[in-house]
C-alpha cells in the first residue's frame, strides 16, 4: 500500500469504520424554503431509467466499480430495479437486481430499528427503559447519574465509545454468538447519555440483542419471521455464512489494483450482526422501503401499525432545532424544504445507501460491490437525484456580520471527532481525523475535514451558527458548562459531533513532536557510527573521559522507541490487521516501550554522572541529554494516545 493510501485509511477509519458512511450526507442540505405543490417529482418511468442509467453507467467507469444494484419506489411500486456491470468478474456473471445478494452494510440497522419498533408496538420494550433492565447475563455500569435508555441506542446518544477490535473474522469457526461479543467487548461510557452523538455498531448490536432477549428467539430469526416473510423479502437474511440457498447469487465483493478486480472473501461479522451483516438484493429492499413509505404496509401484511411508523419516521434527538438529527434509527437530511429519511452503509468491498422521501411515498435504494473505489456513486447519485427532481437556485450569499471577529477565535482549533475510541490503543486513529477551524482575511470560517474530505468556507448567519459559502450546509458551535466554545456540530453529519482538541493533542503539535523526538533518537546513531570510522581511519582518539556503557545503555532505548514506530505503523497500515482484531505481532511490539523504560532510567542516572564528573565534551554531553529527553517526552506522547502498554 503506498505511504498516500496509508495516511488516508489511517484518517479515514475512525469516522468510516467500516459500517458507516461518512461522505453519503453533503447532498441533502437545505432548511430555510418549505416544499411547494409545484416541487412535487414527476418520475416517468422511461425517463427516469435513462437518468439513472446515465449516472452509474458514468461512475462504473471512472470510479472502477465492478457491479451496482438498484431500485426505486414510488406510490407502493417498484418503478425501476436493475442491475449494472458484474456481480462475478471472473465468470462475467451479470448483476441481477432480484436475484443478486450485496452486503447494504449499516443499511442492516433500519431491519434492526423496525424488529426493535414491533417490541415497542407490543408493549414489549419503552423507549425510555434503563437497557438493564432487559438484561441478565451482562450489566452496564452507573459511570452516569442518567441510564442508557432503549431510545439512546436509537439515537446514538447512549456515550459509548467506539468498538474496532474483532469486528470481522476469518473463519466461520471463529464467530461467537451476540451476547458473547457484547459481554466481552463491553465499551466504556464516556459521555452522558443524551447529549452527545457517537454512532455506535455496538448500540445497534445491543438493540438486536434486545430483540432476542424480549422475543425469546435468536434475532436473525426473528427477522425472517416477523419482517422478511411478510414482506416475501425471501432473498434476505442475517446469517453467517450464507445459507445454501442463497450462497450461488451472492456478488464477489472487490478492490481495483493495478488495472484489474481483484477478489475478496465473503465478510464475516463477528458478533456485532444486528448492525451490518444483512445480505440483500435491490428487489427485497425495495419491498422494505415500499413498507415503510406506506406506513409498515406491504400489500396485504403489515409490519408496523401506522402510528407506530409514523413514530419512527419522526423526529427523535438533534442537537439544535435548526440542524438535522435522528429519526428513530434513520438518519434525518433535508433539500428544497423536503425532509428525507437515509442511511448509509460500509463493508470493506460494498458500499450503500437507502433514501427514502416519506412525503412524496419515494424512495431508492443503491449498493456497489468495489471497495475503494475512486468515485463515491452515492453521494454523486444523490445529489443528481436531488437537482433533477428537486432543484432550486442557491440564496444570495450573506455578508459576515460586523462583530463576528469578536467571536472568531473562540472558534479556531481542532477538532476531534467524538465517534472514537477513548481507552485503547485505537485512540491514536484520532491524530489522523481530526477537523482544522481557521479564519480567513474575509472574516468566514475555513474548515478543512480529513483525509482528503475536502474543505469548505462558511458564514455566519446568526451567532455561532453558519451557512456554506456556494453551498446549503450548515454548521454550528457549542459551548460547555464554562461557556467555553467545546463542540461544533455539522449538519450533514448528524451522526457525530466535533470536540475540541487540548493542545497536545492537536495533530500538528503531536506529529511535529514525534518527528523532532524520532530524529533525536535516530541520532544516536552517531555514536557506533563515529567509532566505526575512527577504527576504519586508525584516527586516534580524543583524550577526553569516556563512559561507553552510557551510551549503549540509551541507544538501547533509542532503538526500542523507533522500532516500535516502525513496526506499529507498519502493522495498522493494513486496515484487516484492526478489523480482524489484534495479532499476536501487535502484541509482541507493544512491549518495545515498556521494555526502553528501565534502560531509559538507567541512562537518567548515566547523564547526571557524565556532567557531574564531565564525561566526554560538552557538546556530546548536551547531545546525550537531548536523546534521553527526546525518550522520555516519547514516552509521555506514546502515554496520552494510549500506545504505551497493553491497552487492546
Not at 430555510?32 to 458514468?58: K, R
Not at 430499528?113 to 427503559?129: R, S
Not at 448567519?461 to 446549503?472: D, N, Q, S, T
Request: aromatic residues 14%; contains cysteine; proline residues 5%.
Amino acid at each position: 500500500m503506498k505511504m498516500v493510501q496509508r495516511e488516508k485509511f489511517i484518517g479515514t477509519l475512525t469516522i468510516f469504520l467500516v459500517l458507516t458512511c461518512f461522505s453519503l450526507s453533503r447532498a441533502g442540505e437545505q432548511k430555510e424554503t418549505p416544499a411547494t405543490p409545484s416541487s412535487q417529482p414527476i418520475i416517468d418511468a422511461a425517463s427516469l431509467e435513462a437518468f439513472i442509467d446515465g449516472v452509474i453507467t458514468a461512475e462504473l467507469k471512472a470510479g472502477n466499480i465492478a457491479g451496482v444494484t438498484f431500485s426505486l419506489v414510488k406510490d407502493g411500486v417498484i418503478v425501476l430495479a436493475k442491475g449494472y456491470g458484474l456481480a462475478d468478474v471472473k465468470n462475467r456473471r451479470p448483476v441481477e437486481p432480484d436475484k443478486t445478494l450485496f452486503r447494504p452494510g449499516s443499511v442492516s440497522k433500519l431491519i434492526t430499528w423496525t424488529a426493535l419498533m414491533q417490541l415497542v408496538e407490543q408493549g414489549k420494550i419503552d423507549l425510555n427503559d434503563d437497557v438493564n433492565k432487559y438484561l441478565t447475563k451482562f450489566k452496564f455500569p452507573e459511570t452516569y447519574r442518567e441510564p442508557i435508555t432503549v431510545a439512546n441506542l436509537m439515537s446514538h446518544t447512549p456515550g459509548f465509545e467506539e468498538v474496532i477490535g474483532s469486528m470481522l473474522v476469518r473463519r466461520p469457526q471463529e464467530l461467537i454468538s451476540l451476547e458473547d461479543y457484547l459481554a466481552r467487548n463491553m465499551p466504556w461510557r464516556v459521555f452522558p447519555p443524551g447529549k452527545i452523538t457517537a454512532y455506535s455498531n455496538y448500540g445497534t448490536a445491543l438493540a438486536g440483542y434486545l430483540v432476542e432477549v424480549v422475543s425469546g428467539e435468536k434475532f436473525e430469526d426473528y427477522v425472517e419471521k416477523h419482517i422478511f416473510a411478510p414482506l416475501n423479502m425471501n432473498r434476505s437474511t442475517f446469517r453467517e455464512p450464507l445459507p445454501e440457498n442463497l450462497s450461488p447469487f451472492m456478488s464477489k465483493g472487490y478492490t481495483f489494483r493495478k488495472g484489474v478486480f481483484v477478489e475478496h472473501d465473503f465478510e464475516l461479522f463477528n458478533g456485532l450482526y444486528p448492525a451490518g451483516s444483512m445480505s440483500s438484493t435491490a428487489v427485497d429492499m425495495a419491498k422494505f422501503m415500499i413498507a415503510h413509505l406506506q406506513n409498515g404496509q406491504y400489500g396485504e401484511a403489515r409490519i408496523l401499525q401506522e402510528e407506530t411508523a409514523r413514530l419512527m419516521h419522526s423526529r427523535l434527538f438533534s442537537a439544535d432545532p435548526r440542524l438535522d438529527g435522528n429519526a428513530h434509527g434513520f438518519w434525518e437530511k433535508t433539500w428544497n424544504g423536503v425532509r428525507m429519511i437515509e442511511h448509509g452503509g460500509d463493508t470493506i468491498y460494498f458500499h450503500s445507501q437507502l433514501v427514502l422521501f416519506p412525503d412524496y411515498n419515494l424512495g431508492y435504494f443503491v449498493s456497489m460491490n468495489t471497495g475503494g473505489a475512486r468515485s463515491d456513486l452515492r453521494k454523486h447519485l444523490l445529489e443528481a437525484f436531488l437537482e433533477r427532481y428537486f432543484s432550486r437556485p442557491l440564496p444570495a450569499e450573506p455578508e459576515p456580520p460586523a462583530d463576528f471577529s469578536k467571536r472568531a477565535s473562540e472558534l479556531v482549533g481542532n477538532y476531534l471527532f467524538s465517534r472514537a475510541v477513548f481507552t485503547k490503543f485505537y485512540k491514536a486513529l484520532s491524530i489522523f481525523s481530526q477537523v482544522s477551524v481557521s479564519v480567513t482575511p474575509q472574516n468566514r470560517l475555513f474548515v478543512a475535514l480529513p483525509s482528503g474530505l475536502g474543505s469548505r468556507q462558511w458564514v455566519e448567519i446568526e451567532p455561532y451558527y453558519f451557512k456554506e459559502v456556494g453551498g446549503y450546509g450548515r454548521l454550528l458551535f457549542g459551548k460547555d458548562e464554562r461557556g467555553q466554545v467545546r463542540y461544533l456540530y455539522f449538519n450533514e453529519y448528524p451522526f457525530m459531533i466535533g470536540i475540541k482538541a487540548r493542545w497536545y493533542e492537536k495533530k500538528n503539535f503531536v506529529f511535529l513532536t514525534a518527528i523532532i523526538c524520532s530524529l533525536l533518537l535516530l541520532s544516536f546513531l552517531i555514536w557506533p557510527v563515529g567509532s566505526f570510522l575512527r577504527r576504519l581511519c586508525r584516527r586516534p582518539k580524543l583524550e577526553m573521559k569516556r563512559k561507553p556503557a552510557a551510551r549503549w545503555v540509551l541507544g538501547v532505548a533509542a532503538s526500542l522507541q523507533l522500532i516500535f514506530l516502525l513496526a506499529l505503523f507498519s502493522l495498522i497500515s493494513n486496515e484487516q490487521n484492526l478489523m480482524y482484531g489484534v495479532t499476536p505481532a501487535l502484541k509482541f511490539i507493544f512491549a518495545l516501550p515498556i521494555i526502553s523504560i528501565p534502560f531509559l532510567f538507567v541512562a537518567f542516572l548515566f547523564c547526571l554522572v557524565l556532567w557531574w564528573k564531565r564525561y566526554y565534551l560538552v557538546c556530546s554531553r548536551i547531545h546525550y541529554s537531548l536523546i534521553l529527553i527526546a525518550g522520555i517526552i516519547m514516552l509521555w506522547l506514546l502515554s496520552i494516545w494510549n500506545l504505551l502498554g497493553w491497552k487492546f
